[in-house]
Nanobody
Framework: QVQLVESGGGLVQPGGSLRLSCAAS????????MAWYRQAPGKERELVAH???????YYVDSVKGRFTISRDNAKNTVYLQMNSLKPEDTAVYYC?????????WGKGTLVTVSS
């Protein structure tokens, strides 16, 4: 049973930074593309960024130039460095495989951007 554990969220002022981590256990992590998703209050979960097992990255337009996705296969962990945060980035952030979400969703980590 694969477990995903997201961490690193918190309260940050507009313009601030956070680094999220997602650790996967019980799987050959390096075989899969991975992605970060987010769900804002009252909205559906949406893709934020993904990274292939070869390191190719993609970002949705709203975070391009501000967020960076990376992975450490030795640690079975994917990261999301978030800079220049905006109030509209407020959401619960999740990770999963990409393009197909193969594993049960974790609890996510809450990011709140507010002054």
């Amino acid at each position: 049973q694969v477990q995903l554990v997201e961490s690193g969220g918190g309260l940050v002022q507009p313009g601030g930074s956070l680094r999220l981590s997602c650790a996967a256990s019980g799987t050959i992590f390096s075989a899969y593309g991975m992605a970060w998703y987010r769900q804002a209050p009252g909205k559906e979960r949406e893709l934020v960024a993904h990274i292939s097992n070869g390191g190719y990255t993609y970002y949705v337009d709203s975070v391009k130039g501000r967020f960076t996705i990376s992975r450490d296969n030795a640690k079975n962990t994917v990261y999301l460095q978030m800079n220049s945060l905006k109030p509209e980035d407020t959401a619960v952030y999740y990770c999963n495989t990409f393009p197909r979400n193969r594993w049960d969703w974790g609890k996510g980590t809450l990011v709140t951007v507010s002054s």
